[in-house]
């Protein structure tokens, strides 16, 4: 049973993280300062941003920058320019904005305003232990699609709506390179490291995020996942993050 005391300190820890949500939707184009968002949550930044994660889910920062790209993505799709849009999402110039774009979207802010013209995405099929894997590559990321029975299926499923985020990239399949970049990858080579263009929830990317960090053939409960995640009881949720991993054969599970 829930004590009162425990339900008055919760609804005031609701309340900072709201005023605190509501600050950085207001302010977030002069990215606000993590001291300067605790302080109006009326916190130290240490604890502020421990109790923003638990509750949000992200950091105050990862917050901002989604706040961030959307406004720039909004800014791009009126045709506005790449210069005018870092300066209408709050940057000094397009630099900062160029690194959000690639980490976030794994284009430039120029190949997302251009739907993708000039945008290679070259696609293959490989073998795996699970059977016929289908990936998709740009300079910037891999978009693995989840192992399934039909290739056919796949390459609509996966290059459609990679071709449908940039309407103008166009597909061309070269099986090879992908087969070599995937499998060095899947052993750790050294050089086989990719940037994966995954989506979901965002509790998923956290859980998938958090499987990577476990070392391979430990064995990880979800409750004790959970804990990671700083979520305690939400094993069952995180369980269900775990059977959603689209690559298994790279996200280890």
Avoid at 82 to 109: K, N, W
Avoid at 198 to 212: D, I, M, P, Q, S
Avoid at 235 to 253: E, F, K
Wanted: with cysteine; aromatic share 8%.
């Amino acid at each position: 049973m829930i004590k009162t005391s425990e339900l008055a300190e919760q609804s005031g820890n609701y309340a900072r993280v709201e005023r605190a949500i509501a600050h950085l939707e207001a302010h977030y184009q002069d990215q606000p300062e993590l001291d300067e968002v605790a302080e109006a949550a009326g916190l130290s930044a240490a604890h502020f941003q421990r109790m923003f994660k638990r509750w949000a889910g992200v950091s105050p920062r990862s917050f901002v920058q989604y706040l961030t790209m959307d406004h720039a993505r909004r800014c791009l799709e009126e045709s506005v320019s790449v210069l005018d849009a870092s300066f209408e999402a709050g940057f000094s110039g397009p630099v900062r904005l160029h690194d959000l774009f690639v980490t976030y979207e794994a284009m430039t802010p120029g190949d997302y305003k251009s739907g993708g013209t000039g945008v290679e995405i070259a696609y293959g099929v490989h073998p795996s232990p699970f059977g016929p894997c289908f990936v998709g590559e740009t300079e910037r990321a891999y978009a693995p699609s989840a192992l399934r029975r039909t290739v056919r299926w796949a390459y609509r499923s996966r290059i459609s709506s990679g071709a449908g985020r940039t309407p103008s990239s166009a597909p061309t399949a070269n099986a090879r390179r992908r087969r070599r970049r995937v499998s060095s990858a899947r052993r750790g080579a050294a050089r086989g490291r990719l940037s994966l263009d995954l989506r979901g929830t965002n509790l998923h990317l956290k859980v998938w995020e958090a499987l990577l960090r476990i070392p391979p053939g430990a064995v990880v409960f979800y409750d004790a996942l959970a804990g990671l995640l700083d979520k305690p009881g939400a094993a069952r949720d995180v369980g269900s993050s775990v059977a959603a991993n689209p690559v298994s054969y790279l996200i280890l599970c």
